[in-house]
């Protein structure tokens, strides 16, 4: 593999800003100094742009059958989508099915994505049930398979839900293996019976959907979640966190010195319920779970990434088209698929909304969209941050241009953009997974299959040394 130095940039870390040139070899970052010898190496001119590591999406939904239909965004759109907008690494959640073996589970999702993904992957793995089967393949899924987080579902109910026993057991398994347990926290009871009330009341638009999941369900179930991790003195994370309730509660667990961590998502830093009132059934394109909340909400959301309440950023990506998929929930809002594009604009989003109002500083940014996650989900130091040994997973980022986000131009399989007309600045210009490009001046030269499957670390290990200085 041939060298390359990359010039002339701005080197951000969730630490550092500084002017400096990045040699890389095979694949890693084998040197960073200033007016380093470039020869016999492709140089790639960063002037004007900040280089910072490649952003890692925790929270990926791609190729995923749900709500009578599958996601549009398979491994290979997605992860185009994804590295566009300047995500080096995803973490996709492997669903299971009760009674069947993880290990067979987990083989569909490595189908899904071999050949396909563009740039690296691992998964996190959903835990509906806990029985001897389950507890005697756990220890296996962590070893053999490095997947060291694990879904619990507390919505859904009737499809993914799953009560408070296998959470609280899936929390005592986490702790004693070395994984991290994620919660989709809201009430799933409660919103079954909300829903059926409404449509029996005649209430089939879009904006039901989130009339019918409260903030409070999400504030009550997140509390739970809490509660049942400090009975277990286990870990938890907390996902697509919406509303000030639920930041609430993680702050108190946070408080009390709970290992407690805490994601938000792009959709509900900028846009609000009122979106699922647009006429013509256009409300459909915002219906996801937890749903947007009210406008005041924001604010909280914002102060949290900045105060370290909530630490990362995922996408949540979940695409469906407008037509012929959004669109089955016409009459009846419980069957409008849930989940929205989002892979393709969650760095540059955080970028012109965080940074460029100063809501949040670079190097916050940067441990919000790829350091803290790399570090949470045993991917640190190998990816999340620029040192030498590192995987050259890189971001080349202009950030000063000027851009409208838009289906138009989006790499999303999918037929809308959630966000569309809204006015960013920054854009990743080049993007490199392991040392190759896979966008390299805003064009696509990446190839399906180079992405590959990451094994992870055990949730805590770089707590001990030895894991912290072995790179390579
Ligand atoms: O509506 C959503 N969020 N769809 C994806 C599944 C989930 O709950 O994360
Ligand atoms: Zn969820
Ligand atoms: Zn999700």
């Known amino acids: 593999m041939m060298t390359k130095m990359v010039k002339n940039g701005i080197i951000v870390t969730a630490a550092d800003i500084y002017e400096a040139d990045l040699l890389i070899q095979d694949g890693k970052i084998a040197m960073i100094g200033r007016n380093l010898d470039e020869s016999g190496a492709e140089v790639i001119d960063a002037k004007g742009c900040y280089v910072f590591p490649g952003g890692i999406d925790p929270h990926t939904h791609l190729d995923m059958p749900f709500g009578g239909t599958v996601t549009k965004d398979d491994f290979e759109s997605g992860t185009i989508a994804a590295a566009f907008g300047g995500t080096t690494t995803i973490i996709d959640f492997c669903l299971t099915n009760k009674g069947e073996p993880l290990k067979k589970a987990i083989e569909t999702w490595h189908n899904k994505a071999t050949g396909k993904a563009v740039i690296d992957y691992g998964f996190h793995l959903m835990i509906s049930e806990i029985t001897d089967e389950v507890l005697a393949e756990l220890p296996k899924v962590i070893e053999e398979e490095g997947i060291t987080s694990f879904k619990v579902f507390m919505a859904y109910k009737n499809v993914f839900q799953a009560d408070d026993g296998t959470l609280y057991r899936t929390l005592v398994a986490a702790k004693e293996l070395g994984a991290l347990v994620m919660v989709h926290a809201e009430n799933g009871d409660v919103i079954d019976y909300l829903t ?121 990506q979940c695409s469906f088209d407008f037509k012929g998929q959004k669109e089955l929930g016409r009459g009846d809002f419980t069957k409008i698929p849930n989940g929205g594009p989002i892979i393709e604009d969650r760095v540059s989003i955080l970028f012109s909304e965080g940074v460029k109002k100063g809501r949040i500083t670079l190097n916050q940014f940067v441990d919000i969209i790829s350091t803290r996650i790399a570090k949470l989900f045993g991917l640190f130091p190998k990816k999340g941050t620029i040192a030498v040994g590192a995987d050259a997973d890189l971001v080349i980022f202009d950030p000063t241009v000027e851009r409208v986000i838009s289906a138009e131009t989006h790499h999303m399989a999918v037929d809308y953009n959630p966000f569309e007309g809204m006015k960013v600045t920054g854009e990743p210009v080049s993007v490199l997974c392991r040392g190759e490009f896979v966008v390299r001046d805003k064009q696509f030269v990446g190839k399906p299959g180079y992405g590959q499957y990451v094994k992870r670390a055990k949730y805590g290990a770089l707590m001990a040394d030895q894991d912290v200085v072995k790179m390579s």
Do not use: M
């Open 196 to 316: 059926k009330k409404a449509l029996e009341d005649g209430h089939t638009d879009p904006i039901y959907h989130a009339l019918t999941r409260p903030p409070e369900l999400e504030g009550e179930a997140t509390g739970r979640a809490c509660q049942l991790t400090e009975l277990a003195d286990s870990q938890l994370y907390v996902v697509h966190v919406s509303c000030a309730q639920a930041v609430e509660k993680i702050a108190e667990a946070r408080n009390k010195g709970l290992n407690v961590w805490g994601e938000t998502c792009p959709q509900y830093l900028v846009l609000d319920q009122s979106y699922l009132e647009k006429p013509n059934f256009e409300g459909a394109k915002y219906v996801w779970s937890p749903p947007l909340r009210e406008k005041w909400h924001q604010e909280v959301l914002w102060n949290a990434l900045k105060n370290g309440q909530l630490q990362t950023l995922g996408s949540d």
